[in-house]
């Protein structure tokens, strides 16, 4: 579903990729934030995703025009990730409403992984 918005000169819809994207872009800046993950359902490998493929590791659900958001993220090596979390979703719930004018409900992170950074 998309969002909608509407103003005095007509309504504006935002579709679930463009939030994904905005997100994904987010998140990937936090500190603790490795990257993305991709999970292989059917092997249960873990990959990370690119920097050009971030929304696959991010889930967005739109219900009435409130933004559900699920991450599947790789954190770095000897990171709080209690504290890497809570400032993942401070950042992208502040940038994600700046950017749509929609309020985020909820944000999920799902920690896939760790990597050691060099």
Do not use: W
Request: proline share 1%.
């Amino acid at each position: 579903m998309r969002g909608r918005l509407n103003n005095k000169l007509g309504e504006i819809q935002i579709h679930p990729d463009v939030i994904a994207q905005c997100a994904g872009n987010a998140a990937v800046e936090c500190f603790g934030i490795v990257g993305m993950a991709a999970v292989n359902m059917k092997d249960g490998l873990v990959r990370l995703l690119k920097k050009d493929s971030l929304t696959r590791g991010v889930d967005v659900e739109i219900v009435d025009n409130h933004i559900h958001i699920n991450f599947h993220v790789i954190v770095a090596y000897g990171v709080n990730i209690s504290a890497v979390s809570e400032n993942l979703m401070e950042s992208v719930k502040y940038k994600v409403e700046a950017f749509t004018g929609m309020e985020v409900d909820r944000i999920n992170i799902f920690v896939e992984g760790v990597r050691v950074i060099d």
